[in-house]
Nanobody
Framework: QVQLAESGGGLVQAGDSLRLSCAASGRTFSRPGMGWFRQAPGKEREFVAAISWSGDNIFYADSVKGRFTISRDNTKNTAYLQMNSLKPEDTAVYYC???????????????WGQGTQVTVSS
């Protein structure tokens, strides 16, 4: 079983930056893909970003391209989401996800974290 623990959420103003972290533990895949989703109040959970084990394959939602950067440190089993130029519409609970590859994470992740709240005020 894979456990994912997010951290780094908080309340910021529009234009600010925030970095989320996701630490993976437990029995992991051989070379897991990791990623981030988010869910705003009253909306469905949506894909944000995913990264392969090597970092060679990275995917972003159109809404965050150019503002968010996903990265990982495999020595720490941790993935990151650097969020710049935050907008009020980025307000959501952000969930870390893991799967056997970055493509799997993007489409049908098998593991989820508990989520961390990000609130962007205007």
């Amino acid at each position: 079983q894979v456990q994912l623990a997010e951290s780094g959420g908080g309340l910021v103003q529009a234009g600010d930056s925030l970095r989320l972290s996701c630490a993976a533990s437990g029995r992991t895949f051989s070379r897991p893909g990791m990623g981030w989703f988010r869910q705003a109040p009253g909306k469905e959970r949506e894909f944000v970003a995913a990264i392969s084990w090597s970092g060679d394959n990275i995917f972003y939602a159109d809404s965050v391209k150019g503002r968010f950067t996903i990265s990982r440190d495999n020595t720490k089993n941790t993935a990151y989401l650097q969020m710049n130029s935050l907008k009020p519409e980025d307000t959501a609970v952000y969930y870390c996800a893991a799967g056997s590859s970055s493509v799997v994470v993007k489409t049908r992740p098998g593991y989820w974290g508990q989520g961390t709240q990000v609130t962007v005020s205007s």
